[in-house]
């Protein structure tokens, strides 16, 4: 059931504008180390960027932020009407091409606007090989920045005629990039922080494979980072809004359960969590993590956590395979 939280009234003479944030993991179980949960301070451009594109995205074309969250409760663990395909070992068409700027990642901003005042987050995600969705695309991101949003002051404020709200997905499309908005959340797994949207990319956007087998310990991976601005070393590109993005090479260090322990793939051990280092960046939270070998998807990024004092800030985030939790059928190979 949908708690209806009560409004608290703002007396706001000028307009407030707060900070935006980019994703921040936060997990039940392992949580990351206080200092990690704060808010980072984002350039005011690109939140200038993000309202910019929401205005242009017609109230017809995208759900708002309310009616998202609907779903977002009402949803939860709902299996889709679909399968999807296991692609462990995908031909070179489908494998993702680390070097190629139309390789699959969106940028996701969900964002709420008063007018006087907004909250915005901003995460990754990509597009699944989802069959039974021939007018759309499923995207899967993190779910925590879903949460996050309902945490903010301007969630709890009475909304106004010039109140906007949605979920927008960003994407290349002719050497620029464009916005679409989010037409539903089909599915959510809370206790995994994933969450699945569909939304009317164009036909020809490429969706990424996933493997639902987890890879070993000292496999090398790719993460897809953000940063706000350019860093001095080489591989970064522009990205999303003024952003900049690079696969970053990097390694599986182990898997956690729910209860913080030790697991091994190959074992009955719940995987529900996959250590890698480096750590992301922020903004990275909900995109990809790619095995270097089969250019298959085997995470999704949640954020960075604490493992220990002697061990330092690890990579955060959850195994391929949870994603087929929502699928029809979890036995059907790629044909």
Not at 51 to 76: C, H, M, P
Request: glycine fraction near 8%; include cysteine.
């Amino acid at each position: 059931m949908l708690r209806v939280l009560q409004p608290r009234t703002c007396r706001a003479s000028r307009p407030v504008i707060l900070r935006r944030t980019f994703a921040q993991a936060v997990d039940g179980v392992a949580a990351p180390a206080p200092e990690q949960l704060q808010e980072q301070r984002i350039p005011r451009a690109l939140d200038a960027e993000v309202l910019g594109a929401l205005n242009k995205v017609a109230s017809s074309e995208r759900s708002s932020f309310l009616q998202l969250l609907e779903d977002y409760y009402s949803r939860s663990h709902t299996v889709l009407d679909t399968f999807l395909k296991y692609e462990s070992t995908p031909d070179r068409s489908r494998r993702v091409d680390f070097e190629d700027e139309q390789s699959g990642i969106l940028g996701i901003s969900h964002v709420l606007d008063h007018g006087t005042e907004h909250k915005i987050t901003f995460c990754s995600g990509f597009a699944l090989h989802a069959e039974g969705y021939p007018a759309s695309k499923v995207i899967v991101t993190c779910a925590h920045t879903v949460e996050e949003m309902l945490r903010s002051r301007v969630f709890n404020t009475p909304p106004s005629s010039q109140t906007q709200s949605g979920t927008l997905i960003f994407h290349r499309e002719d050497r620029r990039f464009a916005a679409v908005g989010a037409s539903r959340i089909v599915s959510c797994l809370p206790k995994s922080d994933l969450v699945l949207f569909t939304a009317n990319l164009p036909l020809a956007f490429r969706t990424l494979p996933v493997s639902p087998y987890p890879v070993h310990a000292g496999t090398r991976i790719r993460t897809h980072c953000i940063s706000e601005k350019k860093p001095q070393e080489d591989g970064w590109k522009p990205w999303v809004n003024g952003t900049w993005s690079k696969w970053v090479h990097g390694e599986v260090i182990g898997y956690r359960d729910f209860a913080g322990r030790r697991a091994e793939p190959g074992t009955y051990d719940a995987l529900s969590h996959m250590l890698f280092n480096p750590p992301p960046s922020s903004g990275s939270s909900g995109g990809p993590i790619v095995d270097e070998a089969s250019g298959a998807v085997v995470g999704v990024v949640v954020g960075t956590r604490m493992d220990s004092r002697v061990e330092g800030v690890r990579g955060w985030g959850v195994p391929a395979e949870a994603i087929f939790e929502v699928s029809t059928d979890r036995a059907r190979p790629c044909s």
